[in-house]
């Protein structure tokens, strides 16, 4: 990677962890509701393996989607709006901050029940060789999935029908809240790809270099239709699990030791200041940059106005069955509305 | 026109679609290799004809729900095989969490244009294997549920499920398959979400679906000897729900029964009765009855099944306590 690409991926890293800082914030204000599940300390896995993917791979993940979406390139404006409910969010808010997509750039979606998009993965992974196209796909997990049936089952299939896909695998530790040494037996996690003869991979997660380096090989074999592959990324999480986790389940000590090692500092500091590829005033300038486009990404959330209440009953259905109403029987319009369980 | 098993109707649909749109395929457990094709045999040759395209897959409906949707996705047209309806339970995380809300929750940028063909029903298997969830599947936003009782009607019903780009629940009755009925040698599609009559009476609606409306035509044959003529609507799609000539039928007949296999509280046929009292009550002779299954985990001894089943009879009992009955 050349100077302008290294700059690249630490402006990625810090956008997401000034976001996601933002997002918590805004959170508190009640501008945003339900679920957030923050990406904070995990920042280089995200930004490391989308950078060494083609702009058109499939990407699926699961619901900790912020840092994917910012690092496939999705504008923070319509992912701030998303968080919002608003209708100039990713999906005009049907689908909040465990949902965060865009087709046109191959993230087919944050997925909100473990394990449930690793099929979804595979399948998408099929029609790429149906349609003979070269395009893999990245499906990101957290290492609490890798317990599930539909872990297996995809992780079978896959090896089974030799689909490009790399299943990859946030090992941050928890599952939710409960450590990986109470909820797994086996704690090297790439071990478990192993019982499906499945070429597996561990990496450092805080090391957006070797998250790089991990997922572009892995990439290059599936596209030579050499097959699926796990790569294992050990990360940590430095917020709770999302915001209404109080993190008391977490030693203090093992939270403030594993921020000694930040992803982002580290690749600052290790990297690109030790090859003299930045300055502190370009350090500097990013910071500003970044935190001004996170304000305009509030900023626009906050103008964004609420779906229409009139679009409710849109796209329930692809094809919708004429003169069939929305509650499932075909009565006249005029007479269904009343109907609804809300009007009694 | 040829007359032809309700198993061959559902074999020519899949070959003609197979044939028409290189973005079908057709995978399950067991459709290839296993006794010629499948345990119900509907895909029978049809690998020899279209390599590649019908395949074997593990013994995981979670897998083969969701490897469909993720390709439905993308464009495929995948027609799926869940052994029985049973199993579909390990798959329905899958079909309700994702095949149904992609479309909506992504905001409409999304389509899973895949058919799951699914056999339900009763044949001496005992408790697991065989139940109905037509109740729950169509209670479902976002998913299409249709259920055939005819060679007919399931020809063009299929073809139409797998043009669709939602995704379609097809219910097969296990008791259906070796049935016979006419069918066109020409192609034809039958629209999904549109109920059909199958027979015109003055004097009673029977609302039913699948295996009942078998039952039922035997009923109103029993009935007509009698005099009593039935108005039968088969509902052929569950969701979308067409009850348009339902309710036109009992505006004439001014009784209805609803007829289902399922079990009876929170059944389908719940929902049609309240649906049929909301648009039709001020014309209605009598309350709405249903015919439908005991609530039992179904036995394995013969005698006891066919306790826990409604067939002709039930319906004929159930017409003539309506008609007996004054109001």
């Known amino acids: ?344 | 026109m040829a007359e032809i098993t309700f198993r061959e109707a559902l074999k020519r649909a899949l070959r003609e679609e197979l044939a028409r749109d290189p973005e079908v395929v057709v995978w399950g457990e067991d459709i290839v290799a296993y006794g010629g094709g499948g345990a119900y045999a509907v895909t029978a040759g049809l690998a020899k004809e279209f390599p590649g395209r019908i395949r074997d897959t593990p013994i995981a409906e979670e897998a083969i729900v969701g490897v469909a949707i993720g390709a439905a996705m993308a464009g495929i047209r995948p027609v799926v095989e869940l052994m029985t309806i049973n199993f579909a339970l390990v798959a329905w995380d899958q079909i309700v969490n994702h095949a149904a809300k992609q479309h909506h929750m992504f905001n409409g940028a999304i389509n899973v244009p895949m058919v799951m063909r699914s056999p339900a029903g009763f044949g001496r298997t005992a408790a697991t294997h065989s139940q109905n969830f037509d109740a729950w599947l169509a209670s479902i936003p976002g998913l299409k549920v249709v259920e055939p009782a005819t060679p007919y009607d399931a020809k063009g019903l299929l073809k139409s499920a797998i043009r669709d780009n939602d995704p379609v629940f097809f219910i097969e009755h296990l008791q259906l398959y070796g049935t016979r009925g006419e069918v066109p040698d020409t192609e034809y599609l039958i629209p999904l979400g549109v109920s059909d009559r199958k027979r015109e009476g003055k004097d009673l609606t029977v609302v039913t679906w699948g295996r009942m409306l078998i039952e039922t035509m035997k009923a109103a044959k029993t009935l007509a000897a009698e005099g009593i003529e039935l108005d039968v609507i088969d509902l052929r799609t569950l969701r979308p729900l067409d009850l348009s000539l339902a309710i036109e039928s009992v505006k004439k007949t001014n009784r209805a029964i609803v007829v289902e296999e399922g079990w009876r509280s929170i059944g389908l046929g719940a929902e049609i009765v309240a649906s049929l009292q909301e648009e039709a009550f001020h014309y209605l002779d009598a309350p709405i009855a249903r015919v439908a299954g005991l609530e039992v985990p179904m036995p394995y001894a013969k005698n006891l099944e066919r306790a826990t089943l409604p067939f002709a009879e039930d319906v004929v009992a159930a017409v003539h306590a309506m008609m007996a009955n004054q109001y």
């Open chain 1, 1 to 344: 990677m050349n100077r302008e690409e290294l700059v690249s991926l630490y402006r990625q890293m810090v956008l997401i962890r000034v976001f996601e800082d933002k997002s918590a914030e805004m959170y508190a204000k009640a501008k945003i509701a339900g679920f957030l599940h923050l990406y904070n300390g995990q920042e280089a896995v995200a930004v490391g393996a989308l950078s060494a993917l083609r702009q058109d791979d499939d990407l699926v993940t699961h619901y900790r989607d912020h840092g994917y979406a910012l690092a496939r390139g999705l504008a923070s404006t319509a992912v701030m709006a998303e968080l919002y409910g608003r209708v100039g969010g990713t999906t005009g808010g049907r689908g909040g901050s465990m949902h965060i997509a865009d087709i046109s750039k191959h993230y087919w979606g944050g997925y909100a029940i473990v394990g449930g998009h690793l099929p979804l993965a595979t399948g998408l992974a099929y029609a790429n060789t149906h349609h003979k196209c070269d395009r893999i796909v990245l499906c990101v997990m957290g290492e609490g999935s890798t317990n599930i049936g539909t872990f297996h089952a995809a992780l079978n299939w896959a090896q089974l029908w030799k689909l490009p896909v790399i299943f990859l695998v946030e090992n941050n530790q928890y599952a939710m809240g409960t450590a990986l040494s109470v909820h797994s037996a086996v704690t090297e996690i790439y071990k478990k790809a192993l019982a499906h003869d499945m070429h597996a991979v561990r990496a450092d997660g805080k090391d957006v270099l070797a998250m790089h380096d991990a997922v572009a090989l892995l990439a290059d074999r599936a596209r030579r239709g050499e097959g699926p592959a796990l790569l294992e990324a050990v990360t940590y999480r430095f917020r709770g699990h999302s915001m209404a986790d109080s993190d008391v389940q977490r030693p203090k000590e093992e939270i403030s030791e594993q921020k000694m090692r930040d992803p982002i500092t580290m690749f600052l500091n290790d990297v690109l200041f030790k090859q003299n590829l930045i300055t502190q005033v370009e350090v500097d300038q990013i910071q500003k940059d970044v935190e001004a486009e996170v304000e305009a990404s509030v900023a626009f959330a906050d103008a964004s106005p609420e779906p229409a209440l009139d679009t409710l009953y849109n796209d329930i259905y692809a094809d919708p069955v004429d003169n069939i109403q929305i509650n499932g029987s075909l009565i006249k319009p005029a007479t269904v509305l009343p109907r609804n369980g809300k009007h009694g």
